[in-house]
């Protein structure tokens, strides 16, 4: 029988009378009735259990409050009558998320000139076009995506993501355990997919100053390359130099790297997915693997395993592109500058980052007995930089960082 679209969408509500439709995501105008509608449309394993059960409860909790500041996400957990539940994630981009959070001026949709480069907001369309044209991809751990919808504000759309739900058989590594070697293993290995190019729009901001105390018996070292100039330096420029830009995740911390667990709730050293691609961008190749390192990994667990990793990089790398009979882009020496270049570059950026979550937990009125791992290890992480800044004479770039004796 044919149904008008009227017809079809009040369909997806039948045998749903226990759950309140109009109840909304916390602050959002994301709905239960909408939830119902796109899963039906979606997500199969959703849509059968409706033709099985009714659907008697939909639960939904904030996740990543104190990680995230571009989006909301939220655990939605669906239950049905036979006891079966459907578990997704749904993510609400913040318009002003990051402004807010930093007590910035916020987005102005009318502005002059304005063009979705500039906004900030951008973030969330990048992460929707990479998971619509790259979801695919089963050599690097993804999520599985079920809906993606970009932010327009002049039509109506605040944006939205919905995808599996990786609490279920996986977990984060966080701010407060230390990778293990083989985990920086899983990090590295994932970064020798063939290089993909992606035509994102990110730009580095560093306009934001908000610096712990933690930080102030290291500032001499920091100053020298905490600057836009440097970063851009790093990231493209002698990239560029190299032949070598790929497409980068851009924030491999890691809140956004997921490993399996084991039944009693441990992580196993199997990577599960990475998440969180908002900020991909044309890169080093070192990039994200350093971020990783900075925030992930203490320090003798990297002194262990950078050069020994890069190592198996490299000739993994080489072997990859013999296989076509071509060399890569760059040499091994080139490669290890361009990781060096990085692990410089994220030392300091870190600063900012764990600055901006000890704001988060000040707004929210809560502490994290834990955050000194976190400061101790990018302390670790910059004064081991300094070897690097003389080794590359980086000491030229300090001529941009006056900011940062105010």
């Known amino acids: 029988m044919y149904l008008t679209p009227l017809q079809e969408e009040l369909e997806r509500f039948v045998n749903t009378k226990s759950v309140q439709l109009n109840k909304t995501f916390a602050d959002s105008d994301f709905t239960n009735a909408r939830l119902i509608s796109l899963l039906s449309k979606h997500n199969k394993h959703f849509k059968k259990l409706r033709e099985l059960a009714d659907l008697d409860e939909i639960n ?38 990051l402004f807010d959070c930093c007590g910035l001026d916020n987005v102005d949709e009318d502005k002059e000139n304005s063009s979705p480069d500039t906004k900030p907001y951008d973030q969330h369309s990048i992460e929707c076009e990479f998971y619509e044209q790259f979801g695919y991809l089963r050599n690097v751990p993804l999520p599985e995506v079920y809906y993606t919808e970009k932010i327009d504000l002049k039509g109506g759309n605040s944006g939205l993501i919905l995808m599996e739900n990786m609490n279920l058989k996986s977990e984060p590594l966080g701010f407060y355990r230390s990778a293990t070697e083989n ?95 908002q900020l991909c961008f044309y890169a080093s190749p070192g990039l994200d693997l350093a971020r990783f390192l900075v925030l992930g990994a203490d320090m003798n667990v990297r002194e262990k395993c950078e050069q020994k990793y890069y190592d198996i990089y490299y000739n993994t790398l080489t072997n990859l592109y013999g296989k076509s009979c071509s060399k890569p882009p760059f040499t091994y020496e080139q490669g290890l500058e361009m990781f060096h270049l990085c692990l410089v570059q994220q030392s300091v950026q870190t600063m900012l980052f764990a600055s901006m979550i000890d704001i988060s937990h000040k707004q929210m009125g809560t502490t994290e007995p834990r955050f000194g791992i976190l400061t101790h290890r990018i302390q670790q992480s910059i004064v081991n930089a300094r070897g690097l800044i003389k080794k590359y004479n980086l000491e030229k770039f300090v001529e941009h960082s006056s900011w940062m004796e105010n």
């Open 183 to 277: 985990q920086c293993y899983e990090e590295f290995r994932c970064g020798l997919s063939p290089e993909g190019f992606f035509p994102c729009n990110a730009y580095l901001r560093t306009s934001l100053i908000f610096l712990l105390l933690d930080f102030k018996s290291i500032m001499d070292t920091a100053k020298i390359v905490q600057n836009k100039e440097y970063s851009l330096y790093a990231i493209r420029e002698r990239p560029i130099e190299y032949g070598a830009l790929t497409m980068a995740h851009g924030d491999t911390q890691p809140n956004n790297i997921m490993f399996k667990t084991k039944k009693d709730g441990s992580l196993t050293d199997e990577l599960a997915g990475i998440i969180d691609w």
């Open 60 to 97: 939904h909790k904030q996740i990543g409050v104190s990680a995230g500041f571009q989006s909301k996400i939220y655990s939605v957990d669906c239950h049905f009558s036979n006891g079966r539940t459907v578990s997704v994630i749904a993510k609400i981009p913040l318009i002003n998320g």
